[in-house]
């Protein structure tokens, strides 16, 4: 039994992540089910590997305003209640429900250790095997991390975030296995010619065209790249930037920061500079159309699988110098790292690619062969299906 618990409206790496999961299955061994929370654009692609697709419409809290100020104790009291009964609570008694209704032995969150509490409990009350992703580098309460101790297994997409586990005292149930790619599926996704979508945004002829693929959080630091566009327009006043991602329609911070980087856009004069394309379903399309891809997050990365799609693409990628790419990329080799908040970096780094072409394919063909031998699909599922072994021997 998969887990998608994402609640936000968007359809991150997370999503894919657990696709590719699912296809490097035994399944002489195992009978996918897989859960999301929400309704969601690539249901159809699990439910073509023949897999078990339910949606629980899982509540979230609410937040309850009191009418008077000598209310706000009793009001907050009520909340807590209701919050505890409709989150957490019905749900507990539904999932243990699902569990036997579909005969499930195991259960795997695909998202964080700090969630899903309800899972874990409804698992070690039947007597089940309950593992879980870590994709983030997440905070943990002393209640989260005595609760994850209960996990047959944590796994982590990078060691940088196996390490952050370790420094919140969890190391025993703790392993990393990196995300996989499947090389030929991928391509396989191209169906447009570059030309055509370079046409698509008005890019004509040798106009350079950058790309950065990312749902607008803050983190993600689209803001750098657009301050980085404003220091490279004044040489190459013609180029292109396509800001490629989604924002979460229930989150109010991504909404305002969506907005500020709309605003910063206007006033730099980039509108004909940066092109914010919104979701995509046609994400290699325009990766493989780009020049040089950029990933620029201000804080830590936990993986990076736009790094590796980029990578088998073989484009030259920059990317900032901490979390998940800095074990991806081997600096100068197969990519570029930067540190992290440089605008300036970022804008010196594109334009030597920009300058240099013969060195930026030199150092495409290093990233395919990079992703090829350590971030294959079938070495993932070396990875994943010992595990599975190993939890239920």
């Not at 897989?34 to 699990?46: G, T």
């Not at 897999?51 to 009291?77: E, F, S």
């Not at 997409?157 to 919140?168: G, T």
């Not at 990329?329 to 930067?338: E, M, N, Q, T």
């Amino acid at each position: 039994m998969f887990v998608e618990q994402n609640q936000d409206g968007t359809v991150g790496g997370s999503y894919y992540s657990l696709l590719y999961l699912i296809r490097s299955l035994d399944k002489s061994k195992y009978d996918p089910v897989v859960m999301f929370y929400e309704n969601n654009d690539i249901i159809q692609k699990f439910v073509d590997e023949n897999c078990r697709v339910v949606i629980y419409d899982k509540p979230v809290g609410r937040t309850l305003n009191p009418m008077h100020p000598a209310l706000g104790i009793p009001v907050q009291i009520t909340q807590r209640a209701y919050n505890f009964v409709t989150v957490s609570l019905t749900p507990l008694v539904n999932f243990i429900y699902f569990i036997i209704k579909h005969n499930i032995d195991l259960v795997h969150l695909n998202n964080s250790a700090s969630m899903g509490w309800e899972w874990l409990l409804a698992s070690k009350l039947l007597g089940k095997k309950c593992i879980t992703h870590e994709r983030g580098f997440m905070k943990f309460s002393r209640v989260a991390i005595q609760r994850s101790r209960y996990f047959d297994k944590i796994i982590c997409i990078s060691d940088a975030v196996r390490k952050s586990l370790h420094m919140n005292g969890l190391k025993e149930n703790v392993v990393t296995i990196y995300n996989g790619i499947d090389l030929n599926e991928f391509t396989g996704r191209i169906k447009k010619n570059a030309e055509s979508v370079r046409n698509e945004f008005g890019v004509y002829g040798a106009t350079p065209l950058i790309g950065m693929v990312g749902n607008f959080r803050e983190w993600k630091g689209q803001r750098i790249v657009v301050e980085s566009l404003a220091i490279i327009k004044s040489k190459y006043p013609e180029i292109v930037c396509l800001l490629v991602g989604d924002v979460a329609t229930t989150n109010a911070a991504d909404i305002k920061y969506f907005q500020e980087i709309k605003k910063e856009i206007h006033a730099r004069r980039l509108d004909k500079n940066v092109i914010i394309t919104g979701y995509r379903g046609d994400v290699p399309d325009l990766m493989n159309a780009c020049d040089i891809i950029l990933h620029s997050s201000v804080e830590p990365e936990p993986f990076g699988r736009v790094v590796i799609e980029a990578m088998l693409l073989k484009k030259p990628v920059i990317a900032t110098r901490h979390g998940g790419p800095e074990e991806i990329i081997d600096d100068g080799v197969s990519g570029y790292l930067i540190p992290p908040g440089n605008a300036d970096s970022l804008a010196e780094k594109v334009d030597f690619l920009l300058q240099h072409t013969e060195t930026g394919k030199g150092i495409g063909e290093n990233a395919f062969r990079r992703v090829a031998e350590k971030f294959s699909m079938e070495e993932f599922s070396i990875g994943i299906n010992r595990l599975y072994e190993n939890v239920f021997h």
